[in-house]
């Protein structure tokens, strides 16, 4: 018998299994568990195919389309199972469509049409499995829900009679499936797929997106102002010359309402629509985004322009980056739709600030304002006090700004010639004034451009800039006094400079002649020199440091 100290000196012995004995036992067991799974999952898949073929073959056998449902709607936790089931059912209904199965005639037997109404209620049950897909599974799974949905309502409006064919029946069979693709930012792969797969290429479907998507804002404006920036972003998904099109030929469906044949209905849905988003409060973000595509994606669609106006003119009136923003469409108005805004310049006049040169959007602004202001026909007047005032702001710009305002006022007085006057005017008593100066005629706190005297005085700020500390900004300031032998200068080239630009610029440059340098180290900068001969430094002689 052991004694105690040999018991506890002696390993507890413990009993083995299998899986200690053969590691690989307990690798077995797992494989044989999902061969187990993949197993089950094949013959789920067989029996669903052979209630599929049992449905269609007989009548006898349409109550097994309730299982057909019930594997349908188990997408959250057997999502093969349930798409497998999705797609049979599709292949069934569609089948019992074409075959009149689910029709309803005025001569039909009353059981007939009891077992017609049964199928039909089936169906919705079904495309209530599909839209509960589409929402709540991966992008897979949505992908092909939304084309069953599509088939599906393809079938429905092509064979089955009255009411099912007809306008009212096809707007709510999409506007199931537009408010669900519009429900979640989350859904924004499966938003453009139906977009590009569908609402572009067919001309019905997107006549019954537009009249969709007016309907939810009438029936529950508040929640689609919680979904503006999806519905934006819908609509800016849309190509800008399908508003051009002459005709509506390319459908979908066979059977569509003769108002999808008018391109003047769908315009004014799509102007409905727009009216209806601008209609609602809207952040600063999103009237940025809609005056970006304004001119794109916005106007195309409008058969009364006049209704933009009051969009357009408060957005140029908020100042700022929108002021920035509405310009674009505020002049396309204007020059192609022959729209008239008044104060039109003289607003623009008013957005040249000391911020506009130190803004994220220079290269845009100067853009625009070279458009505008391009026309021959515009006064002289008008066209001194912008070249005056931007030039007197480059004093107080960066070089990035300057070298942006030098080539645009070149290429203004190279149009506008009546201004030159601005850089040879050699006024009166010149002695005196060089050495007393003069008051500038020209009023910068003038908000009429027209009011400013800039045309009196003259261009003195580009000539100081001719000193520029910075290499660049001197030589280029130098073409306005030299001869106007350049055509124009094209902007740009000089739009996208920036401090980091024009620094790289220079330090890439081959030195050709090395620059004078001190070659021997002062001893004493702030105090004085002990050697007397070579005497103190400039700071000593004009600070005391002691």
Request: aromatic share 8%.
């Amino acid at each position: 018998m052991p004694t105690a100290i040999e018991a506890i000196a002696k390993p507890a012995k413990r009993k083995r299994h299998d899986a200690d004995l053969n590691p690989q036992v307990g690798h077995r067991s797992k494989t044989r568990k999902i061969e187990k799974d993949v197993s089950q999952r094949q013959n789920t898949e067989e029996e669903i195919l052979l209630l599929e073929g049992e449905i269609t073959q007989s009548r006898k056998h349409y109550n097994k389309i309730t299982i057909l449902l019930d594997y349908c709607k188990k997408y959250q936790t057997q999502s093969k199972t349930s798409i497998t089931a999705a797609v049979a059912l599709c292949r069934v209904f569609c089948r019992l469509i074409a075959i009149g199965s689910m029709s309803q005639p005025r001569e039909m037997a009353e059981n007939e049409k009891l077992i017609a109404q049964w199928l039909r209620a089936q169906c919705d049950s079904y495309r209530d499995s599909l839209l509960g897909i589409l929402l709540d599974s991966n992008p897979g799974m949505q992908s092909t829900a939304l084309t069953l949905l599509m088939r599906l309502q393809k079938e429905m409006s092509d064979n089955l009679d009255e009411p099912f064919h007809d306008q009212r029946r096809n707007e709510v069979g999409f506007c199931r499936i537009i408010a669900s693709v519009t429900s979640s930012n989350s859904m924004e792969l499966i938003r453009e797929e139906f977009v590009k797969k569908y609402v572009q290429s067919y001309d019905d479907v997107r006549y019954y997106t537009l009249a969709c998507l007016n309907h939810l804002f009438k029936e529950d404006e508040e929640e689609c102002s919680d979904r503006l920036d999806i519905i934006i972003s819908l609509l800016a998904m849309l190509e800008p010359n399908t508003a051009e099109k002459q005709s509506m030929e390319n459908f979908y469906q066979k059977k569509v309402n003769p108002k999808v044949h008018n391109v003047t209905a769908h315009k004014k849905l799509a102007q409905e629509l727009w009216m209806n988003i601008l209609g609602c409060t809207l952040s600063r973000s999103q009237r940025k985004t809609i005056l970006s595509m304004m001119t794109t994606h916005v106007v195309p669609w409008f058969t009364r322009m006049e209704l933009l106006m009051d969009f357009l003119t408060d957005s140029f009136n908020a100042g700022g980056s929108l002021s920035l923003a509405a310009l674009s469409g505020l002049f396309h108005l204007m020059q192609a739709k022959n729209l008239d805004y008044p104060q039109f310049y003289t607003k623009l006049y008013s957005l040249l600030t000391p911020e506009i040169l130190h803004s994220k959007h220079r290269s845009r602004f100067f853009r625009l304002l070279d458009t505008f202001l391009s026309s021959t026909h515009l006064p002289a007047a008008l066209v001194a006090s912008f070249i005056k005032r931007l030039s007197r702001l480059t004093l107080g710009a960066p070089p990035s700004g300057i070298v942006v305002v030098v080539p645009w006022v070149y290429n203004l007085l190279r149009n506008h010639s009546s201004c030159t006057f601005m850089i040879h005017r050699r006024p009166e008593y010149s002695e005196f004034i060089e050495g007393e100066g003069m008051d500038d005629p020209f009023n910068m706190a003038e908000s009429d451009p027209m009011e400013t005297r800039a045309f009196d005085s003259s261009l003195w700020e580009i000539h100081t800039l001719q000193s520029h500390y910075h290499p660049n900004v001197a030589t280029i300031a130098k073409i306005i006094s030299e001869q106007f032998t350049k055509q124009a200068y094209n902007l740009e080239d000089f739009l996208d400079h920036s401090y980091s630009s024009m620094l790289g610029a220079e330090l890439s440059k081959e030195i050709k002649k090395p620059p004078v340098i001190e070659y021997e180290i002062p001893k004493k900068i702030f105090f004085s020199n002990p050697d007397p001969a070579k005497g103190d430094s400039l700071l000593v002689r004009l600070w005391d440091f002691s």
